[in-house]
């Protein structure tokens, strides 16, 4: 195990918006992050793609989670 995922830092790398912060949505597991931002409408979230930080920080590495149930389990492995 390489380390954690930083959401809010990956939100800020996948869209280079200012004004981005992470929200957990109504799912509460891994698959509930969402990138959000203060410029734009409060309906407009994407996605969170954990394999490209992940491969940004580390390189050559992948992500994966420990605990479904648990939003904060996401790693980067090689």
């Known amino acids: 195990m390489l380390g954690g995922i930083n959401v809010n830092v990956a939100c800020t790398y996948q869209y280079k918006v200012p004004g981005y912060g992470t929200i957990l949505r109504s799912q509460n597991n891994v698959y509930g992050w969402r990138c959000g931002s203060s410029v734009w ?38």
């Open 41 to 78: 409408s409060a309906s407009d979230v994407r996605g969170v793609d954990m394999a490209r930080e992940c491969r940004r920080v580390f390189g050559n590495a992948y992500a994966d989670f420990l605990n479904f149930k648990d939003p904060y389990s996401w790693r980067c492995f090689r």
